[in-house]
């Protein structure tokens, strides 16, 4: 069976909802269904284009497609019509909330046969004011009616845009962001070595965070809650992993508080195993998050997590057996569970060995499968196959 596709993003950057659609991509075309990447180039990080490129993936220029809503868009929706009337696609699969408007509505209009839409999470609450998001919403109800299949990085994540009317819930579909847990496991090296290599003392205690800083990813959090964890368990180094417009200030933050010298910021790194091999435990203070790819990256090796009880990292970490989680937006309770696991290596120990089987349910083999049964379903319902 062989199906032509098109995927429509806007930019691909280090992070989960640029490296899950790559990696769908490449499974899927695998699978039968295979088509070209269809992003803005000049939106995304280099890096991240040259592994979509080392991996084998087509990749169109749209160099309308870009982060901030603007005239653009519609150079954006015009470039993406002629795409698809040209490459007369069986399927158009859009990713993340922007592309997945503009690349709808193109698909619409240009006869696509199947749509299907994956937002990588929502923008429902923690990024804009309340008249935007409301924008947004009904933008998503909207494009929601042209749409064959939405996957959903969680039920949590189908619940919640049921809730805002949303869809129906025979359009829903739910496939996590695969995690290569077994590659993670042999890249990583030990933990004296990984030490090592970041200068961490080989007998703290340390916390890492992982993500793009930004607000929604509550880092500042993560500092704020530093003061009150390092006086009780004063062993304690943070290792922040990734970059981004926020490094700047978290330092400020860090300086003032009195721990900058207890902050590591690695920077942008694609050897995410070596920097948790370093770890103790990994916190996700999140204002908002799709699933919390990280999490399943900490937890494949074996590391317990801490998480704010928003958006799909419910649905990651069973509280009290894989890890905790915490109050959004609340520092001292972040402060507080990480006390306690910085106290109790026993406690830490046991946590990891149920996170580490728990991420299996992440894998990109579990993602992989449960994707391809949206398409062979889809192909089925319009007859593509």
């Known amino acids: 069976m062989s199906v032509q596709t098109l995927h429509v993003i806007t930019r691909l950057t280090l992070g989960g909802a640029g490296e899950n659609t790559v990696a769908s991509v ?5 699978a039968g269904y295979a088509g ?3 992003v803005g180039v000049a939106a995304s990080d280099a890096s991240s284009i040259q592994d979509a490129k080392r991996r084998g993936v087509p990749l169109i220029d749209v160099r309308g497609l870009g982060r901030e809503v603007g005239p653009r868009d519609l150079t954006a929706l015009a470039q993406l019509w002629r ?3 040209q490459r007369r696609p069986s399927i158009v699969h859009t990713h993340t909330s922007k592309a997945g408007f503009v690349g709808r509505l193109a698909a619409r209009l240009a006869g696509v046969p199947a749509i299907v839409h994956q937002p990588h999470g929502h923008i429902f609450y923690g990024y804009y004011r309340t008249r935007r998001t409301a924008l947004y919403v009904a933008l ?4 929601a009616r042209w749409t064959d299949r939405i996957v959903t990085l969680t039920d949590r994540g189908t619940a919640e845009h049921l809730a805002r009317g949303i869809g129906r819930p025979a359009q829903y579909r739910t496939v996590p962001s695969g995690v290569p847990t077994a590659e993670l496991r042999e890249a990583a090296p030990p933990r004296r070595v990984a030490r090592s290599r970041l200068g961490l003392p080989a007998d703290a205690f340390v916390v890492a965070g992982v993500g793009r800083l930004v607000a929604v990813k509550g880092f500042d959090l993560l500092v704020e809650a530093l003061p009150a964890l390092s ?11 990734g970059d981004g417009p926020e490094r700047a200030a978290l330092e400020a933050q860090a300086t003032a508080l009195g721990v900058k010298q207890r902050v590591l910021f690695t920077g942008p790194t694609s050897d995410i195993a070596a920097c948790l091999a370093a770890t103790d435990v990994l916190a996700a203070p999140s204002r908002n998050e799709g699933m919390g790819r990280a999490l399943v990256e900490a937890m494949a ?7 704010a009880e928003v958006g799909g990292i419910p649905a990651v970490i069973v509280d009290g057996e894989t890890g905790c989680l915490v109050p959004p937006g609340d520092a001292a309770a972040l402060a507080a ?4 696991l910085g106290r109790d290596a026993a406690l830490r120990a046991k946590l990891g060995a149920a996170a580490a089987a728990r991420s299996e349910a992440f894998s990109t083999r579990v993602a992989h499968e ?4 949206v398409y062979d379903e889809v192909a089925r319902e319009k007859g593509l196959s």
Request: net charge positive.
């Open 140 to 143: 998503e109800r909207l494009a």
């Open 83 to 85: 795409l698809m009337r």
């Open 26 to 30: 490449v499974a899927l075309a695998a």
């Open 36 to 38: 070209p990447l269809a």
């Open 337 to 340: 569970a990480l006390v306690r």
């Open 301 to 307: 090796l074996g590391l317990p997590v801490i998480g």
């Open 231 to 241: 006086a009780a368990v004063p062993s304690t180094r943070l290792v922040i992993v």
């Open 370 to 373: 449960a994707m391809r049964a």
